[in-house]
């Protein structure tokens, strides 16, 4: 019992951490960067490149948050903003730039499967069970995102100007704001979320050039569910990841794959706005 | 008219002899290739071949009709597994052979209906019906998964009975039914039909408004595509004799998409090029250069989307179309080919019962959220009465509009056209009941010609024919005398982009009034149009009215128009009705100019 | 179009997984098949002409497959295909072996009973390599219920199968068997049910390279300390993991522990020839050695690359190297001597017991 309420927690956790980059970047851009699975293979393979020339595993976290902004930055330039009027489009062209980013880690890296190093392994004592660490860790990492994601956005000036530009982009520019840097910014951000957060599951995984591809769907029906909101968004990685671990649970792993994406197809038809309030 | 119409079906056979000869052409390569293509290149072909199909049926649902589809390969899946499974755990034989293809496309059929079904509906987000798309074939393969040793789970099933017939062989069964296929798909673009798909993925709204049912086609082309893509896998699973759940997963899904992209979407021939092209390469470079022909690919992918939209096959139809209009000047701008305009009587003349209203509001209420656009509005339109409401900006004029034509729009209060009550349907059920809506903003087909424009008007009522393009269009007098008095009727082959803002209001009206409404709803038609064009528009209305006895409903914001052509007009402040009256009683009431001066109602009486 | 026409050289086909679930495990592979043929070709090659590789990628699955077979024996026109694949990719390219008819000779351990008139075998098949494990468990640990974790395709179940029945018919129970498709790297739901069935042991069987880490790691992660066979990991693979691996039980047919004079040549010959870049020679790469050795045999006996003469040839042949004398005579498949061991914290294996010359039994008895 108490194994299966830490795994739900743990899966929803690690299901909110993957996606809040995405849902950053759909909430201001309004598009759907099908890339995610790529950045967070990047992210993946810089926990290798750190591990491997023997820094702290604790270092790769912010490595990959780094890489992650340097490249968001570099793809909104280059590829999203000529796509800005044609979202579905946007949608075609980021897969696309998905499959570039792969195949240069496999000229740099090779195809092979490589292993890293996590911060920390084992298992640790909690509600009367032993658990996995990290995976506990990963509880914390997700409300720590969480909490500064919503700071970010309430109290700051960049926060300020991004909620303005997800309400009423023309109005915003209309008054100052500048809207190309607001969505610059924002796809850098929410690249440097998602590299780190490749960086956060790879001790639970192994890191290959498609390891971002599975949680490209899920991510993606979560923030569709979530409304574009951090609490709709916990929200939602709580329901749908609890439901994904009971299904695999007691029904079967295999079925219990296909949880989210049936559940969040079904309730996008019934409230089209997801679970945000109006 | 004999010649009328045997000028349209003379143009409609040559269509059809032009595509024969073409397809025969085709056939003759295929037929002689194999001949000088050794072994592996033709083994590979017929896999591409069976690959193009799949790479047609997306162009079909997404190049023409606009939906962009992950999930063709999950019908082709579902006919290879058919294949597969019926042949390793049932049975081998012609007549299993022909079970499992029955099996195989009846399953896909169903299941694009099923998906039609929940992602097609009005109102839709084109993102979430991508989003469905996607789902499909990512649920197909976890069922393949969960299937065990049934369905050989993640190694597939292989070595299963087959037709072991020699490679040749395959070779002319792969390419008769590309070719087949290319054929039907050939002359079904360029039929009515074709001008629907082409309307719907430009303006789907509009074709709702319209009266065209837009859900249906779109899952009607969904079930079609998805029985030819499964018939396609079948044949793929029967030759290459190994079938894994990658064959109905979201890779291929998204492999078929950058083939249509990368090859021209919306023109058959530049998919399966690009199919072609893509895997044949693919196959060869496998073994020696896998991983940097995967990123070229990738590269030109994200470089067409970004910069050549159309594909590759672009550059050579505006070739093409360069080296058509060499002769031409200047100026003068492409015409389509020709459409005839006859005059029909229209079928309602006769079913109006005059004691009925053509349309009646009861306590329309429309909110949303805490905010109340509409309260409590009752008025009743009456047949040749032409009725202008007016009211300040933020009265809820638009939304009153919104809430006749579309039935889920509103919040509370009925709405009956000749007396049946609208409910909850969908703008296309509305129109069918007898409502045309234009709108604030001319909402048309750009790339559509006046004459195809018009043709789709007629859908509900004449129809569509589906492999064939009609020469003629039959119109209603009132929509025929707007035609004249615009000089449309001179211009039935120009595409809409060309034409002036006063000519694509006038065909606007044209289009609304060829669906035989009772009830016409007109959102400021006047505006931009010049002086003359505004006097032209008054006596179309007038005539509207008094000839043919339509009930109009305007919504203007030019008081000097409005009292000319009123007969009733009605007055809207902050969601009420404030007043319904003649065109005199509304001209010299106080409330009214109180409330379009601003001042406070209180102090005004 | 066959290589009737004088060639000159004796070509290879090998499809192998660089991508995919046995991405880890191919380089090992790539490794000794060119050892061997550099081996070959310094004495003068086969019947006089050299052997030349030819190398594809089968994608560790169907589709790979498929495209790989069809590339080497159409395009390239191979001689023989001598490979190591999963499960997933060996059914789906014998068709096309089939079809082309021509020598195929399948160097990993696999579930058994897979038969081809042109298919021939020389690694482990679970009759070999099952019982050991579960014997040990059972006596020596005192192992009564047994959890069954495997990879969804043939080779998993196949394994799996073998294994649960010989665990009943020891009278164990077997309180769980579980799997996820063949790239899945989820198996919480999985572990947390094993954790509360509270077997006495785990016995899996994944995919060769990825899910075998993943696993791992997890099982580790958790908590999960009871005695744990892996039927499908190899000494490279488990030195990938690191202290993860240590205590697992493997069954194998080659270690690189083997005092052999022909194991410590064959180890002193790559260790001279790939230097640091040496992936550990391993049950998975080693069969791949000797077969190319197997073939050179039976081509010299049946005096040509005839692919009809050479499948006659091959199981009148026999070639003694790292792991032992080979020799394919049992319906196609090979006696081995197995080694029961266990993984140290180092990575090596200590090797516990020692099975001389183990039959395959009854693999193809239609051949």
């Known amino acids: ?278 | ?605 | 179009m066959h290589g009737a026409a004088a060639q000159e050289t004796v070509k290879i086909g090998i499809p192998v997984g660089l991508s995919g679930a046995n991405s880890v495990v191919a380089p090992s592979v790539v490794q000794s098949s060119e050892l061997a043929a550099e081996e070959i070709n310094a004495a003068g090659g086969i019947l006089g002409q050299q052997v030349e590789l030819v190398v594809a990628d089968d994608g560790s699955g169907a589709q790979g497959a498929q495209r790989a077979f069809d590339s080497l024996v159409f395009q390239s026109d191979v001689d023989v295909l001598i490979s190591m694949e999963t499960s997933a990719a060996r059914n789906a390219g014998l068709p096309i072996v089939n079809r082309a008819g021509k020598p195929f000779i399948y160097t990993s351990f696999y579930e058994g009973r897979s038969c081809s008139p042109w298919m021939y075998v020389d690694a482990w098949v679970p009759e070999q390599q099952v019982m050991p494990i579960v014997d040990h468990f059972a006596d020596n640990l005192s192992a009564k219920s047994f959890y069954l974790i495997g990879s969804d395709y043939d080779f998993g179940r196949g394994m799996l199968e073998f294994t649960r029945s010989y665990i009943e018919e020891r009278g164990g129970k077997v309180l769980g068997e579980e799997y996820l498709p063949m790239d899945g790297s989820d198996w919480t739901a999985i572990i947390s049910d094993l954790k509360s069935k509270n077997p006495d042991a785990l016995i899996t069987s994944t995919a060769g390279g990825a899910p075998n880490v993943t696993l791992t790691k997890q099982l580790r992660n958790a908590g999960v300390t009871i005695p744990y066979g892996n039927l499908a990991v190899d000494e490279g693979t488990a030195k990938n993991m690191g202290g993860d691996a240590t205590g697992i039980f493997i069954s194998q047919s080659y270690l690189t522990g083997i005092e052999s004079p022909e194991n410590q040549k064959f180890l002193a010959a790559m260790k001279a020839k790939f230097g640091d870049e040496l992936k550990t020679p391993n049950d998975l790469s080693v069969p791949q050695y000797e077969a190319i050795y197997l073939y050179k045999a039976a081509v010299e006996k049946a005096g040509s690359t005839d692919p009809q003469a050479v499948v006659d040839a091959l199981p009148e042949v026999s070639y003694t190297g790292p792991r032992g004398p080979i020799q394919m005579n049992k319906q196609h498949h090979t006696p081995l001597t197995m080694y029961m061991g266990q993984v140290t914290a180092e990575g090596g294996v200590e090797v516990i017991k020692t099975f001389d010359n183990v039959d395959p039994g009854e693999q193809c008895p239609n051949l």
């Open chain 2, 1 to 605: 008219m004999a010649d009328i119409t045997s000028e349209a079906s003379e143009r409609s056979s040559r269509q059809v002899w032009r595509t024969a000869i073409g397809a025969a052409v085709a056939l003759a390569i295929i037929l002689t290739a194999p001949f000088y293509l050794d072994t592996y290149m033709t083994n590979v072909l017929i896999r591409a071949l069976f690959l193009g199909v799949l790479a047609l049926t997306v162009d079909l649902v997404w190049g023409y009709a606009g939906i962009l589809t992950f999930g063709q390969s999950a019908f082709f899946g579902i006919g290879a597994y058919a294949c597969a499974l019926v042949f390793t755990h049932w049975g081998f034989g012609p007549g299993w052979a022909i079970a499992a293809l029955l099996i195989g496309v009846l399953v896909a059929a169903l299941t694009a209906w099923l998906v039609g079904l929940l992602s097609f509906y009005h109102g839709a987000s084109p993102l979430y019906s991508s989003i469905m798309t996607l789902a499909l074939p990512i649920v197909l393969v976890q069922i393949i998964f969960a299937g065990g040793r049934f369905t050989g789970s993640s190694s597939g099933l292989s070595g299963f009975p087959t037709y072991y017939w020699s490679i040749d062989t395959w070779f002319i069964i792969a390419g008769v039914l590309l070719v087949l296929v290319a054929s039907v798909a050939w002359l079904f673009v360029r039929s009515d039909y074709g001008r629907i798909l082409v309307a719907i993925r430009e303006n789907e709204d509009r074709c709702a408004y319209l009266g065209i049912p837009v859900s249906r086609i779109k899952t009607g082309l969904f079930v079609a595509c998805g029985a030819v893509g499964a018939i396609a896998g079948f044949g793929y699973a029967a030759f290459t004799n190994v079938v894994a759940p990658e064959l109905g997963g979201f890779l291929l899904g998204t492999e078929s998409l950058i083939w249509v992209a990368l090859g021209g979407r919306g023109t058959l021939i530049g998919p399966i090029l690009g199919a072609i092209g893509i895997d044949v390469t693919s196959s060869y470079l496998s073994g020696s250069l896998p991983f940097l022909w995967k990123f070229i690919v990738g590269v030109a992918f994200v470089v067409v989307i970004i910069v050549l939209p159309n594909g590759f096959a672009s550059l050579a139809t505006s070739g093409w179309r360069r080296y058509r209009m060499r002769g031409v000047e200047a100026g003068d701008v492409r015409h389509g080919p020709g459409i005839t305009l006859v005059s029909t009587s229209g079928r309602r003349a006769d079913a109006v019962d005059p004691t009925v209203a053509p349309i009646r509001i009861d306590g329309l209420t429309c909110r949303y959220g805490s905010l109340t656009v509409l309260d409590g509005i009752t008025v009743e339109g009456r047949a040749g009465q032409l009725l202008s409401i007016v009211g300040p900006n933020g009265a809820g004029k638009t939304t009153l509009m919104r809430c006749i034509s579309n039935g889920t729009e509103r919040t509370g209060g009925q709405v009956a056209v000749a007396g049946h009550e609208i409910g909850r349907n969908s703008p296309q059920k509305i129109v069918g009941l007898g409502v045309g809506r234009s709108f604030q903003n001319t909402s048309l087909f750009d790339s559509l010609t006046v004459g195809d424009c018009l043709r789709l008007a007629r859908f509900r009522i004449d129809g569509a024919r589906s492999f064939v393009r009609s020469g003629t269009v039959a119109l209603p007098e009132p929509a025929l005398e707007i035609l004249k008095a615009t000089g449309l009727d001179q211009q039935l082959g120009l595409e809409s982009r060309y034409l002036s803002h006063g000519m694509k209001r006038g065909l606007e009206l044209a289009m609304v009034l060829a669906t035989e409404p009772r009830v016409l709803l007109l959102d400021e038609p006047t505006a931009g149009l010049t002086k003359p064009e505004r006097t032209a528009i008054g006596h179309v209305l007038t005539r509207l009215v008094a000839e043919y006895g339509l009930c109009v409903f305007l919504i203007e914001h030019d008081l000097d128009f409005v009292r000319e052509i009123s007969d009733r007009i009605v007055v809207l402040h902050q969601g009420k009705l404030l007043l319904d009256g003649t065109v005199d009683e509304v001209v010299s009431s106080d409330l009214v100019k109180a409330v379009y001066a601003g001042q406070d109602l209180e102090a005004a009486s």
């Open chain 1, 1 to 278: 019992m108490a194994t299966l309420f830490l795994d739900i927690l743990t899966t929803a956790s690690m299901l909110f951490i993957v996606a809040a980059g995405l849902m950053i970047i759909l909430g201001v851009m309004k598009l759907i960067n099908f890339a995610h699975g790529a950045f967070l293979t990047v992210g993946g393979y810089a926990v290798h490149v750190v591990t491997d020339a023997g820094y702290n595993a604790w270092l790769t976290i912010p490595a990959a948050a780094a890489v992650g902004f340097l490249l968001g930055v570099v793809v909104e330039r280059l590829v999203v903003r000529p796509l800005y009027s044609r979202p579905l489009d946007a949608i075609l062209a980021t897969w696309g730039l998905g499959i570039v980013i792969a195949q240069v880690i496999v000229f740099i890296f090779g195809r092979e499967v490589q292993f890293a190093a996590s911060p920390i392994s084992g298992t640790a004592e909690l509600l009367a069970t032993t658990y996995s660490a990290w995976r506990l860790i990963l509880v914390g990492a997700a409300v720590i995102l969480g909490v500064l994601l919503t700071a970010l956005l309430y109290l700051t000036r960049f926060g300020l100007n991004a909620r303005a530009v997800i309400m009423n982009e023309d109005l915003a520019r209309g008054l100052g704001i500048d809207s190309v840097r607001v969505r610059a910014m924002t796809f850098g951000l929410g690249a440097a979320l998602a590299c780190a957060a490749g960086a956060l599951i790879t001790p639970l995984l192994s890191v290959d050039p498609n390891m971002g591809l599975p949680w490209l769907v899920n991510s993606f029906m979560l923030v569709l569910v979530s409304g574009v909101a951090i609490p709709g968004l916990a929200l939602a990685s709580l329901l749908l990841g609890g439901a994904q671990v009971l299904v695999s649970t007691f029904v079967s792993p295999i079925i219990g794959g296909i949880t989210i994406v049936v559940l969040a197809a079904v309730i996008l038809r019934i409230k089209p706005q997801g679970l945000s309030r109006g």
